[in-house]
């Protein structure tokens, strides 16, 4: 990581405790990361280690129970709800592993979805749509149901769902988790090209050492705590 980048996000001594009952499970302890602008990261660890805990925390979908969460030079652990739902819109894109398409729903009206809570007018809806189908190379199946695109063009929707409102923040939750080889390396050269071509900082879960290479670092959750390592 070069001394003169941009942070972007910086978490800062961040713990997270579940309660079950009376019983306390501590996810995180003391935890430390910072994701320049336009890195592309990989989060890996072993089930339960806390990667997607941590990506919420990131993304404003939890809290920590200490520590900060620092994006952009605001600090999202302190926004009222209403304040971090709207803060979430405008900088946070999310790809899941099982795509959370709405079935009844095209393609288009999928990656139309978040812009519902802009002010855009239809019109310029419809450009953004467009725009975001287009990145992910599916205009021409832009008319179709999920039920009728394969599972790799159903996560291209999705991540065209999570980049037309051009976020800040694009976060990946094992985006090639339910994918052969073959449709998960094309999934990851596009997480590729939208960091490099159009400058998109990514922080991705995963559990695949073949994912993981395709970032340019790789983080391991243990026990709460990160170790880095550089990807060529």
């Excluded at 910072?34 to 805990?53: D, R």
């Excluded at 652990?77 to 790809?95: E, F, I, K, P, T």
């Amino acid at each position: 990581m070069s001394e003169n980048s941009e942070i972007l996000v910086h978490v800062k001594d961040v713990e997270k405790v579940f309660r079950r009952g009376s019983e306390e499970i501590h996810v995180l302890a003391g935890l430390d990361l910072e994701v320049p602008i336009g890195e592309f990261l990989a989060l890996m660890g072993p089930s339960g280690s806390g990667k997607t805990t941590l990506l919420n925390l990131i993304g404003g979908l939890d809290r920590p129970t200490r520590g900060s969460v620092v994006i952009q030079g605001e600090r999202i652990d302190q926004l009222s709800d209403r304040r971090l739902a709207g803060w979430r819109a405008r900088h946070v894109g999310l790809v899941f592993q099982l795509y959370n398409l709405l079935p009844v729903l095209t393609a288009e009206r999928n990656v139309d979805l978040p812009l519902l809570l802009t002010n855009l007018s239809k019109a310029d809806r419809r450009k953004h749509v467009e725009t975001a189908l287009s990145v992910v190379g599916l205009s021409h199946r832009a008319k179709h149901f999920p039920r009728q695109l394969s599972g790799g063009e159903q996560q291209r929707v999705g991540i065209a769902r999570a980049i037309v409102t051009d976020p800040t923040l694009l976060l990946c939750d094992e985006p090639t988790g339910d994918l052969d080889r073959k449709a998960g390396d094309e999934i990851l050269d596009l997480l590729q090209a939208l960091n490099r071509e159009h400058g998109k900082t990514i922080v991705m879960v995963t559990h695949d050492p073949h994912a993981s290479a395709r970032a340019t670092r790789t983080v391991h959750l243990t026990k709460g705590q990160l170790s880095s390592e550089a990807i060529a």
